[in-house]
């Protein structure tokens, strides 16, 4: 069975080989609706960072689309606002619940004008064990598609990634 996801990127690809119809990949918009959809998105990820630090799962969650999805680098997965917002609820409830977030947005490419790229990196510090000891700074990659719908940029799908040594790299 094919899932919705691969459904939608063959849409995609399908609608970008037909000759014609290929749209360039920067500037999709014009530099102005660029510039302002860029503060938006950017915007979006202040009010992830605030509402992570006040360890608030509603919140969290709700800036999600309601079929979005996120990825942990432990390979934890969620798939839907509602088991989004059950995985952090569950670290907000434990690991995280004296967290710190801070998120450094790099990169926003406009694939249309209501589909975005976003590219950067985090740190995350004060989360604890279970007995309560607290662990190193974590310091990882943020991928993220945002999609533009009713208004608003909404997280459709969310990567991290922690760079690790790779064993066959010098």
Known sequence: MIDRRTVGALLVAAVL????????????????????????????????????NRHDVEGLAGMYAIDGDHREPDGAEADGRDAVALLFKRQHDSVF???????????????TREVALVDGGYALSGARTPDGKELPERRGHLTAVVLFEDGQWWIA??????????????
């Open 157 to 170: 799908a969310s990567r991290l990634m922690i760079p690790t040594e790779l064993p066959y790299k010098p």
């Open 17 to 52: 080989a037909l000759p014609g119809t290929a749209v360039p990949m920067s500037n999709v918009g014009g530099a102005e609706t660029d510039v302002k959809n860029e503060k938006m998105i950017r915007a979006r990820y202040d009010q992830f960072v605030e509402a992570w």
């Open 97 to 111: 619940n004296q967290s710190r977030l801070m998120l450094n947005i790099a990169d926003i490419w406009f694939v």
